[in-house]
C-alpha cells in the first residue's frame, strides 16, 4: 500500500479490521498506484511537451500556474502549487485558488537565474466539507449533535496528522481540550462556533489531514534567467568599420570610442559581428564578389586562417588584452558585449588540418562547400556533427563557448542555428549553463516556423522573428497576438531586429526616415527585446537592386560613417529606450493587448503591468507618407472605470499632459512630424 | 554510444579513426541520448495527456496518426508510423507522408478488439538527397561524376545495412554490381538512369540506410473496441413493467415477448433496469413517496435484500435459468443485453452486516443516506472506496462485474460513476477487460465537462451527453463540434439518449408528436451510439408538474403500456436504424460536417466517408409546430463538383429519386407530415 493510501486509511472514520487490505493491497501494485491519485490534477499549463522542456521566466517575472483540479463526488477540495528554486532541496508552498469549471490558479515568482521546478498537490478537505454541511444543517434548524462530534474527530485527527510546526500541533491540542470543555458542558452553540472561527480554520489548514493527498506525476521544470534575456535593447557593429576611415581597419580601441554615442541612445547589449581571424581561400570580395581584389578584407563570417579559429582574434582587431579592455569599458557605460558564434570555417581553418574528421569529404577529397539554399557561401565550409565528429567537434564547440565566456562575454548570438543538430544546441546550452548560468544564447534562424520554436524548446533565450518582414495591421496583430498568447510565450522570446547586415527590409529601403521610425517605434515598443544594425539611426537604405540586402555592405569591406550626421533618429531612439526602462510595463513581452483604432494605417496598443499600476498606450502610424487619424478607444474597462470616465494622460513624447474624459477618443499623426504617440495613462 | 549514433557513424562518409570518440562518448549519456534525436519528432496526436490515456478506434475504424516531423538544415527526411495491435510483439510499418509546414500522417485501421499501440520513426533520407541534389546539377548541365561515385556509395552502404529481406538484400547486390559494370565501361548516363530508376528508388526504401533514425519517445496506447462500443441503437426497460397488467410483476419470460417488437423498431442493444432483489427498509413508494405502502414494488435502485445483492436477481423476474434464456433469445433477434451496474445498496443489502467496513458509519451507529445533491436518496447507503475499504470492496465490485459477464452480459450501463473514485474505474475496467475485451461500459454522468471526460479518459467506451438538452441551432451546432472535433473526439463516445427514466426533457413535455420524431431524428443521425427509453415511441410525456421528471415513474411502480397504440412513432425509429445500419458513413461519430441553412430553426448537416463513396444530408427543423423552410448548400466542393454542378439525389424516408443542379437548393418540412427530410446523393 502506497503512503497516500496508508493515510486516508487512518482519516474521517474509525477503520475497521481489514486482513484482506494488507494482503491483498500488496499484490496489487497497480491498484496501489492508481488509487493514490483520487483527486485529479491534470491539464498543467504552462507546461512545454510534457514536461520535456523547460518553460521560461526572469527572475522576478510572475509564473501564474493553472491546472484542473477535481475529485469524485460532490466533496470540498484544495490544492497548493509547490516550487524549488535552483539549488533548494525542500519545496515551498502557496496556495491555490479555484478559477471556475474545475480550473485552479496560482501566481510565484522565481528570484534565482538557473534551474527551478514547481509541481502541484491536491487534497480532499474534510474540514471544509464539515464546515459546508454543518453549516446548512444548523441554519436549517436541524440538530447539529452528530456533526460536533465529527467535527471534534476532525480536530483529533489533526493531531496526528504529523502536519504543521509544533507551535501550531500545540495550538492545535489546546483547541481540542478547549472543544472537550464545551462538549463536557453541553455548549452546543460554543463548539460550533469554535470549529467555526477564522483561527481554527487557519490552524487547521496547517495541521488538518490532507485525505487523500494526490500529487501531480512530473515535476515541471522552468528556467529562471537573468533579466536580460528577456528585455534588452541591442546594438549591432563591424568592429572594423569603426575607425572612421575606410582606408584604417578599425580596432577594439576605435569600438570603445563610440562607447559614450551607443550608451546616449540607451542600448544595453553591444553586438559585435564576428572577431576571429579571416581565411583567404575562396576570399569574399567588396559586394559578395566571388574574387577578392587586393585588399579586400572578406568576410568575418568567413572564419579562421594561419593566425587560429574560433579561440582566436583578427589581429588587425587588436590584443586578448585590448578585448578585455573593450569589454571593460562597456560595462561601465552600462553596455554588454555580445559576440557573433558561427560554426563555420574558412578552408584556411585550422581545424580542417587537426581534425579532418570534422568535415564532409568528397570522393576526389575536397570539401563540400557551406550552402544556405539559395544562398551558397563559397568561402566557407560547414563542420559536421555526427559519424567520426561526435562527441569530439561538440566539445571542442562547448570549450569554445566557455573560452570566451572566461574572456567575460555572456551573450552569443548565433549564427544559423538551424543548420546544426538540435539536439547539439540542447546538451551544448546546458553544459554552458553549468558554467555560467546567465549565458544569454539568440537564435539568428529565419527558417520555417516549427523549426524556429525548436530552437527555442531547447534552450535559445532569444530568438530572431518574422517581425522584420511584418509591416500591415494586420500581419503584425497577428503575429503579436501568436507570440504573446500562444503556447510559444512560454518558451520563447523574440529579439526584434528592425535591420542586420542581412536584411535591409524594403519597407526601410521605401520608406524614408518616417519608416524609420515607425519601425524603431514599433521594435522598441512591442519586443521585449529588440536590436538594430548600425547605420539604422542614420537612415541608410541603399540596396542592391531588387534585394534586400544592403549595398556596398560591411560584410565584405570597411565602411565609415558620420554617426551624428542630420536626419539621424538618435533622439526617437534614446526616446524610447528611456520609454522601456523607465515604465515597469515594458519589462514584460506578453504585457500586450490590442485596442480597437478606427484606421488600418495606424496601430494601437496597450503595454501594462497585471495591477494596471504601469499603464501605457502606443498609437503608431503604419504609413510613411500620409498623415493618419481616427477615433480609438481608451480601455478605461480594464481600469475599472465606465464608459464615461476620466484618465490622466502624459503625451510622453511631448511632455503634454491632460485627461481624457470617456471611452471615444480621436488622435492624429503627421509622419513628417511624429509617427507615433506614447501615452502614460493614470486613473 | 548509443546504437543509432554507431548506425551514423557507419553511414554517407568513411569514417576517419577517432579516439576521443568511444572514450568520452561513454563518459557523456546525455550527450549519446539526445543525439539519438536528430530527427524531431513532436506534436503527435491523437495523444492523450501525453500517453497516460489510451486513444479510442473501433475494429475496423480508420485512426490518423499527425506529427511534427524535421531535421535541422535543407536535408530530405523520411517517416514511417509503427503500429502493433493486441498481443502482437513486432511493430507492423505504414510510411507517412508530408501534408504541410512539417506535419507528416499516416491513416491504419486496426483490426483486434483489445490493447494496440503506435510510435512513429524519422530518419534522414541520404538517398533522397542524393537524388534531388545529382538531378539538380545535371539538369543544370554540371557534371556528376563525383556525385555517381556517392550514389554507388549509398548502395554499398546499403548492402551493409542490415535491413531489408534476403530478396532484397540479393536485389541490392545484383544492383551494385550492374552499377560497377556501368561505372567501369564509363556509361554515366546508364549509372544516373539506374540509380534513379523507380526499382531502385524503391529498393533502397527497404535496404538503404535509415541514417540518424529517431524513435518517438512514447509509445501511444489505442484502445481498440468492438464495434458497437462506438455504434449502436439502444432500448431500455424496466423488466417488471412488460407484463402487460398493472398488477403483475413483470418476468424475464414476459421481456422474451416483446423482443420481436424491438428487434422490428431496429435497436440492437436492449438494457435492462436493475434486475436485483429491492430493500424494504424506506421502500419509496409511487411517485417517490417516502413512504411505501402495501404492495409498492420500491426503487430497484434500492439494491439487495434477505434474497442477496448484487449477483442475484429478483425472484419475481425469473431465475438464473429464466435470465440466461432472455439472452439467448435476444441474441437470436439480433439483440444484445445490457444491464445496470450502479452500485448503492439498500439498507437491507448482505454487504452491511458482511462488510461494515465498507460504509461510512456516524458516531450514532447509523449509515449515512445517499445524498446526489438536490436529489436525496433515503432508501440506499454509499459504499466507499478508501480506508478500511480498499482493495476488498475494489475485488468485490470487480467480480460482480466478472459474475455477470460469466451470465452472457457484456455491456453495462454504469449509474452515477462521477460520484465513485475515478481510480477505480480505471483499474475496475481494465481488471474486466483482461477476461473480456469486449466489455462495453456506460458512464452514465451529468456532471461539470471535465469530470464527464475524465471517466470517459480512464476507460469508459461511452458517456451520457448534454444532448437531452441541447436543443437550438446554436447549442446542437457548438456541442456536436466540441465532440466531433476537439481533442475528446478521441476518447469520448458520447450516447444521445432522447430520454431516461430520470429525464423527461421539457422539449419533449412540450412539443407533442413533432418533437418526438425530431429529438428521435437528430439523436440517431447525430450520435454514433444513441438510445431511447420506452414510452418514447409512444411519445409517452406527462410530467411531474413543472419537474423533468414523468409522472407515475417506473422508477416506483409497474405500468403497463399497449406498445403499438395510435399516435407511436414506430415506423419514424424503424427508419432511422434501417438509414443507420444501411449507410457507411453513419458508422463514424466524427464523419459530420454542418452546412449552411439560411433558417435558424432548421438544422442541416452530413455524414459521409472520407472517401465521400458514402454521403448523408439530414435536413431536421428544429420547430414542432410550424412549418419551416429555407435554401441551403449543397456540398458540391466535397464531391470535387463546380458550383453548378449535379447530383443524384434519394430521398430515403420517401423514396423519390431526382437531381440537384448547382449549389443553392431550397427545402420545405412540415413538422405535421414530417419533420426531416434525409437525402442519399452521389455525384
Redesign the interface.
Known amino acids: 500500500?502506497s503512503d497516500v493510501?496508508e493515510k486516508?486509511?487512518t482519516?474521517?472514520?474509525p477503520?475497521?479490521?481489514?486482513p484482506?487490505?494488507a494482503k491483498?493491497?500488496a499484490a496489487?501494485e497497480?491498484?496501489s498506484k492508481?488509487?493514490?491519485?483520487?483527486v485529479?490534477i491534470?491539464?498543467v499549463a504552462p507546461e512545454i511537451?510534457?514536461g520535456r522542456f523547460a518553460v521560461k521566466r526572469f527572475a522576478g517575472e510572475d509564473l501564474t500556474v493553472e491546472a484542473?483540479i477535481?475529485?469524485?463526488?460532490?466533496d470540498k477540495i484544495d490544492a497548493a502549487l509547490l516550487y524549488r528554486e535552483t539549488g533548494e532541496s525542500e519545496w515551498r508552498e502557496v496556495p491555490m485558488a479555484f478559477v471556475e469549471?474545475?480550473r485552479w490558479g496560482a501566481t510565484v515568482a522565481f528570484s534565482k537565474n538557473g534551474p527551478a521546478h514547481f509541481t502541484i498537490i491536491a487534497w480532499r478537505d474534510l474540514n471544509a466539507l464539515w464546515r459546508y454541511e454543518a453549516k446548512k444543517k444548523r441554519d436549517a434548524g436541524l440538530d447539529i449533535t452528530?456533526e460536533l462530534?465529527?467535527g471534534l474527530?476532525l480536530v483529533k485527527d489533526a493531531i496526528s496528522s504529523e502536519r504543521g510546526t509544533p507551535e501550531e500541533v500545540q495550538a492545535t491540542q489546546a483547541l481540542l481540550k478547549r472543544l472537550e470543555g464545551l462538549s463536557a458542558s453541553g455548549d452546543k452553540d460554543g463548539q460550533y462556533e469554535l470549529l467555526t472561527a477564522y483561527e481554527t480554520v487557519d490552524l487547521l489548514y496547517c495541521t488538518g489531514v490532507r485525505t487523500?493527498l494526490s500529487r501531480y506525476e512530473r515535476q515541471v521544470p522552468v528556467w529562471v534567467d537573468r533579466e536580460r534575456a528577456a528585455f534588452s535593447a541591442w546594438y549591432e557593429l563591424f568592429p572594423r568599420s569603426q575607425s572612421g576611415d575606410v582606408n584604417r581597419h578599425g580596432t577594439f580601441a576605435d569600438v570603445e570610442k563610440r562607447l559614450p554615442d551607443i550608451k546616449e541612445m540607451g542600448f544595453d547589449v553591444l553586438y559585435l559581428l564576428p572577431i576571429h581571424p579571416i581565411g583567404v581561400t575562396n576570399r569574399k570580395g567588396k559586394n559578395n564578389s566571388l574574387k577578392a581584389l587586393e585588399g579586400d578584407v572578406g568576410s568575418p563570417y568567413a572564419i579562421g586562417g594561419i593566425e587560429g579559429g574560433h579561440d582566436a582574434i583578427h589581429p588587425e582587431l587588436g590584443t586578448f588584452a585590448d578585448f578585455a579592455h573593450l569589454v571593460k569599458a562597456a560595462e561601465a557605460h552600462g553596455l554588454e558585449i555580445a559576440i557573433d558564434f558561427a560554426i563555420q570555417c574558412s578552408p584556411d581553418h585550422p581545424w580542417i588540418k587537426e581534425h579532418?574528421?570534422w568535415f564532409?569529404?568528397?570522393?576526389?577529397g575536397t570539401i563540400k562547400f557551406a550552402?544556405?539554399?539559395p544562398k551558397k557561401y563559397e568561402d566557407i565550409v560547414n563542420v559536421h556533427?555526427?559519424?567520426?565528429?561526435?562527441?569530439?567537434i561538440?566539445?571542442a564547440l562547448r570549450d569554445a563557448f566557455l573560452f570566451w565566456i572566461e574572456k567575460g562575454v555572456k551573450i552569443f548570438r548565433v549564427d544559423n542555428p538551424?543548420?546544426?543538430?538540435?539536439?547539439?544546441w540542447?546538451?551544448v546550452i546546458?553544459e554552458v549553463r553549468k558554467v555560467e548560468p546567465g549565458a544569454i544564447f539568440l537564435a539568428e534562424a529565419f527558417t520555417?516556423?516549427?523549426?524556429m520554436k525548436?530552437l527555442a524548446k531547447v534552450g535559445y533565450n532569444q530568438s530572431y522573428s518574422y517581425f522584420t518582414w511584418r509591416n500591415s495591421k494586420a500581419e503584425l496583430t497577428e503575429y503579436l497576438e501568436e507570440l504573446t498568447t500562444e503556447e510559444c510565450a512560454d518558451y520563447m522570446r523574440p529579439n526584434f531586429f528592425v535591420n542586420t547586415p542581412d536584411i535591409n527590409p524594403v519597407f526601410l529601403q521605401t520608406s524614408g526616415r518616417p519608416g524609420f521610425r515607425i519601425r524603431l517605434a514599433l521594435a522598441a515598443t512591442l519586443g521585449g527585446n529588440y536590436g538594430v544594425y548600425s547605420g539604422f539611426e542614420l537612415c541608410e537604405y541603399k540596396p542592391v537592386k531588387g534585394k534586400e540586402e544592403y549595398l556596398d555592405s560591411e560584410k565584405y569591406e570597411i565602411r565609415a560613417f558620420d554617426w551624428k550626421r542630420e536626419g539621424n533618429i538618435r533622439e526617437d531612439i534614446a526616446f524610447f529606450n528611456r520609454v522601456r526602462n523607465e515604465n515597469a510595463a515594458m519589462k514584460s513581452f506578453t504585457s500586450l493587448a490590442f485596442f480597437k483604432f478606427w484606421n488600418d494605417n495606424v496601430l494601437y496598443y496597450a503595454k501594462r503591468t497585471p495591477d494596471r499600476s504601469s499603464y501605457l498606450l502606443f498609437i503608431v502610424s503604419l504609413n510613411p507618407f500620409d498623415p493618419q487619424g481616427g477615433h480609438f478607444e481608451v480601455p478605461l474597462w480594464e481600469l475599472g472605470l465606465p464608459d464615461n470616465g476620466s484618465v490622466k494622460v502624459e503625451a510622453l513624447a511631448t511632455g503634454q499632459s491632460f485627461r481624457w474624459h470617456g471611452k471615444i477618443q480621436h488622435w492624429w499623426l503627421n509622419p513628417l512630424e511624429r509617427p507615433y504617440a506614447v501615452f502614460r495613462i493614470t486613473p
Open positions: 500500500m493510501i486516508a486509511k482519516t474521517a472514520a477503520p475497521k479490521s481489514n484482506s487490505v491483498a493491497g496489487d497497480v491498484l492508481l488509487a493514490a491519485d483520487r485529479v491534470e491539464g511537451d510534457g484542473d477535481f475529485a469524485d463526488g460532490h469549471n474545475d452528530l462530534v465529527e474527530g487523500n579532418p574528421e564532409d569529404w568528397r570522393p576526389d550552402e544556405n539554399p556533427f555526427y559519424r567520426g565528429a561526435i562527441p569530439s561538440w566539445y538551424h543548420t546544426k543538430p538540435f539536439p547539439f540542447e546538451w546546458e520555417r516556423p516549427k523549426m525548436r
